[in-house]
């Protein structure tokens, strides 16, 4: 068996900062699950645009406000506490930070490397570094 605590895991190189989020990443494609686990923040009043062609991902809202629309159809769908939205068609989207942060559970699959950020595309690349 495998523990982590998220405490542990923000103090090492599992934690990802960009200018719209961060992210650490408690479970990766090296543990051999067949999915990763992560939890997100998602700035207050910031867009991300994400695009994973090569990735399924699922993200619950444990606190914070924000939304997120389709590209596709222009469909805006608010974010709070409780809410899970799942990208099961490799939704493009635009990820909306609201009044205050939001903090998402996140599942991929495939699994993370560990050091994916996202490309011009929104997209993550399917070989990215691994965290050591
Ligand atoms: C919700 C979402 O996709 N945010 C971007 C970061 C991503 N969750 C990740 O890489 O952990």
Redesign the pocket.
């Known amino acids: 068996m495998i523990v982590r605590t998220l405490a542990d895991c923000e103090q090492s190189n599992r934690k ?1 900062v ?1 200018e719209t ?1 961060d ?3 408690m479970l990766l494609k090296d543990d051999k699950m067949g999915f ?1 686990f ?1 939890i ?1 923040t ?1 700035f207050a009043n910031t867009e ?1 645009h ?1 695009h ?1 062609q090569n990735h399924l ?1 699922s ?1 619950y809202c444990i606190s914070g406000n924000g939304e997120i629309e389709t590209v596709a159809d222009g469909k805006i769908y608010k974010i709070e506490a409780g809410t899970l939205y799942i990208l099961d068609k490799h939704d493009e989207h635009l ?1 909306r930070g609201g009044s205050e942060d939001m903090k ?1 559970a ?1 599942v ?1 699959n495939p699994p ?1 490397n560990g050091k ?3 490309d011009d595309s929104g997209v ?1 690349p399917l070989e990215a570094e691994t965290v050591v």
């Open positions: 990802i960009t989020w992210s650490t990443r990763s992560h997100t998602i991300t994400i994973y991902e993200v990820l998402m996140c991929f993370l994916e950020v996202h993550y």
